[in-house]
C-alpha cells in the first residue's frame, strides 16, 4: 500500500515498517509523525479514512485519539491556575456545587477524586450529552474517599475538569482549548467539531468479536469503569458508521450525523501530537 508524505534519509526504514503495518490492517489507514533535534524527521500518512475504503487517508485527517485527550483537558486547568484564576486545592463543589464528591481540583488532576465509575446504568447517548453525563457525575458517589488512593477516571476526566473551565471562564472546555491554546499554537486538535470538520474525521474501527474477547479477563473495576456506559469498548456493543450501538454490525466508530454538532469527543492529527511533543 502506497505511502504518502516525507521521511528524512536516516530515518527511511520507518516508511517501509509504515507501508508494513497498513498492508497488515483490516481497517482504515494511519498516519505517523515525528519530530525531532529541531526538524521533522517522519511524516507520513496512507490508507484509508473510512471503512468502506473510498476515501484516501489525507495528512489532515482527524482521529479520536483516546487519553491523550486527558493532558490537554488538564492543560485548560492548569492554563487558569497559572492565571490565578483557579487553586489546585479549591475544592471541585466549589465551582460545581451539585458534585457529591468531596474532591479537589488536584484529585481530580491527579486521577484521585475516586470517580472513576457510575453505578447507575448509563444510556449510550450519554457519551453525546455533555449536561446528561454531568447530571450522572454529579449524583455519583466515588468509589474510595478522594486523595485517598489513585485510578484513572477513564470516561469522566475531561467532563470533570471541563466543568471547572465552564465555571472559572465561562467557555466549553473545548471552546477553551481552541482559542487559547490550540490555535495560537498552530495544533490542529479538537474537543468537539462543528459541521465543517466533519469530512476529515476517519472512522475507528476494530471493535469486533477479537477485541471484546481480549476484555473478558479483565478486573471488574475496570471493566465498570470502561462499559457504563455502554459503549464500543462494552462487549457486545458495537457500533457502525452512521449510528449508534447497531449491536449487529461490524464495529466502526464515528457517530450519527445528528449529534457531532454537539459532541464533546476529541480529534487531531498525526502532526498535531508530534508538535505538542515539540512545545512541551
Keep these: 500500500m ?7 534519509e536516516p530515518f527511511r526504514g520507518v516508511r517501509e515498517l509504515f507501508a508494513h503495518v497498513l498492508a497488515e490492517q483490516t481497517g482504515t489507514g494511519a498516519s505517523f509523525a515525528v519530530w525531532h533535534d529541531g526538524a521533522w524527521v517522519v511524516d507520513v500518512w496512507g490508507g484509508y479514512a473510512d471503512s468502506a475504503h473510498n476515501r484516501p ?22 492554563t487558569l491556575a497559572d492565571r490565578g484564576l483557579v487553586d489546585l486545592d479549591d475544592p471541585m463543589q466549589l465551582f460545581w456545587p451539585e458534585l457529591r464528591a468531596a474532591a479537589s481540583v488536584r484529585d481530580v488532576l491527579a486521577h484521585r477524586a475516586g470517580l472513576v465509575v457510575l453505578d447507575a446504568d448509563a444510556p449510550q447517548e450519554a457519551f453525546y450529552d455533555w ?14 474517599p478522594p486523595g485517598s488512593a489513585q485510578g ?3 470516561l469522566f476526566y475531561g467532563h470533570l475538569l471541563g466543568q471547572v473551565v465552564r465555571a472559572v471562564d465561562g467557555r466549553s472546555l473545548g471552546r477553551f482549548l481552541r482559542e487559547e491554546i490550540c490555535n495560537p499554537h498552530d495544533l490542529d486538535f479538537h474537543i468537539g467539531l462543528d459541521g ?10 476494530g471493535f469486533g468479536d477479537d477485541f471484546a474477547a481480549s476484555q473478558q479477563d479483565r478486573p471488574g473495576l475496570y471493566r465498570r469503569a470502561i462499559e457504563n456506559p455502554p459503549g464500543p469498548a462494552t462487549p ?25 454538532p454537539g459532541c464533546t469527543w476529541p480529534w487531531h492529527t498525526a502532526a498535531s501530537l508530534a508538535r505538542t511533543c515539540r512545545r512541551s
Design 2 to 8: 502506497e505511502v504518502q508524505g516525507s521521511v528524512a
Design 57 to 78: 487517508w489525507q495528512q489532515d485527517t482527524l482521529v479520536m485519539p483516546y487519553s491523550v485527550t486527558k493532558p490537554f483537558a488538564a492543560l485548560c486547568v492548569l
Design 131 to 144: 449536561g446528561l453525563m454531568c447530571s450522572l457525575l454529579a449524583r455519583q458517589e466515588p468509589t474510595w
Design 152 to 154: 484513572e477516571s477513564a
Design 196 to 205: 465543517t470538520e466533519l469530512s476529515r474525521v476517519a472512522d475507528l474501527t
Design 236 to 260: 457486545g456493543s458495537s457500533t457502525a458508521s452512521g449510528g449508534v450501538a447497531l449491536r449487529s454490525r461490524p464495529s466502526t466508530v464515528t457517530g450519527p450525523p445528528g449529534v457531532w
